[in-house]
């Protein structure tokens, strides 16, 4: 079973508020760190391993290390909880539940980055968890650990919960400081990084909902203690949002140390797939990272099992980075087309596209078409060329990295379902016909 550290206290009842959190130990972590200095906590993060919960993986404590500390210019923590990857919903579920952990995370990040006003941004499709998360903090204001002075340390903090207007590219970081700004939600070009040049042009850190909460484990067990949790540079717990065909949907903890087929197969977590159908593929870090067909998802090229980590979660040398994602794990049974997949991702990208950039603006509208086109029988076999030299043509050609999500699928399911493709090329009446089995491949 693994190690629970953000969810262990989810099954109690009214942990939602303060006094039953705080009964459970909660604000002891934030009480411990505000009596160390900021430079203590920063090496307690950095020696945790912790990397971005948000999708890229990036060591957080780096990333903290790296804010620019110019004289008389203040500094900011925005927390993003913009959380809209097609798949992924473990931030709603944590600030929903719990949102405590990530207000005592927010104070502890605050005190070490010298944040005197920090932000949540939160997606607006998320409609009700304002009202949770800004009742959690008028309780914690009255218990004395935020406003002027708190717990008698000098540190100063408020914290302001700002609504998004439904935008997919407001989860990208600068497009999302555009937005808090009060301006159209584009994406800035990188660098300046955020934390040089952020909000209102001042120092600036981003970091996922997630990786804020993970900040409290690691002070309340030390960053050495949480280390040890995990395997290799996959240090802690994780939080994977399951669904798709499979027996068990939902938000699981994870300590990166099982394998994809017990997380899929077995009751702790999805429990299995549904009516005995075999898996096909799985989508293991959210929409934006490449489809992985069951041979490979299973056991890795050199026949070694998959394992649910940033390591273990690669595209066989394919795609550059980790696949763990933002945890956004969509599994798709014998029954289910990839070609259709496909297709609907490209129509989401297209139309979450802000347009800034013109091989995401025209790229994505022509990945779309042509797949609704193969999907809707009039495809030819040229077209599956054509959408290969497209994508390839957005990936890495744009300012920020919703142009690489929209390619890396399209990428993935030729590289790996071609077949496939033919098949809706060649048989068109059959196609459209379920079920849509394993036997053409
Ligand atoms: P990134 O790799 O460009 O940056 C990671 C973080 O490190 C950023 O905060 C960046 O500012 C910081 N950073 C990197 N190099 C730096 C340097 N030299 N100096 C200072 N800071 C530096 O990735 P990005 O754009 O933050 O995230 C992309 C990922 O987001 C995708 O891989 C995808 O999985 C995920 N994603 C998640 C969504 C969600 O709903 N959770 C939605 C869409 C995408
Ligand atoms: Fe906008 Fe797409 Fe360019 Fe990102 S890649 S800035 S979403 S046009």
Redesign the pocket.
Known sequence: MSKKLLLKDAHIEGIRYFDVYRKQGGYQAAEKALKMTPEEILEEVKTSGLR???????PTG??WS?LAKPEGIPRHLVV?A????PG?FK?RYLMEHIPHILIEGIIIASYCLGSNASYIYI?GEYSWIPDILEAAIEEVRNAGFLGKNILGTGFDLEIYVQRGAGA?VC????ALLESLEGKRGNPRL??P????KGLWERPT????VESIAAVVPIINMTGAEYAKIGVGRSTGTKLISACGNINKPGVYEIDMTITVEEFIYSDEYCGGIPNGKRLKACIP?????PILPANLLLKTIKGEPRYMNYESLSDGGFAT??MM????FIVLDEDQSVVEHTMTLSRFYNHESCGQCTPCREGTGWLYRILKKIVNGEGEMKDIDLLWDIQRKIEGNTI???G??AAWPVAAAIRHFRDEFEYYVKTPELAKVKPFGLAHY
Request: proline share 6%; aromatic share 8%; glycine share 22%.
């Open positions: 971005g919960r948000g999708g890229a993986g990036f780096m990333k790296f993003n913009d959380e809209s990857e992924t931030d997606r997919y989860g990208e970081e600068t990188k660098p990084f955020p934390a040089v850190v981003v970091n996922n870090g959210g929409s934006s990272v980075g980790t994602g933002s945890g956004g920020c990295p919703l690489d999500a």
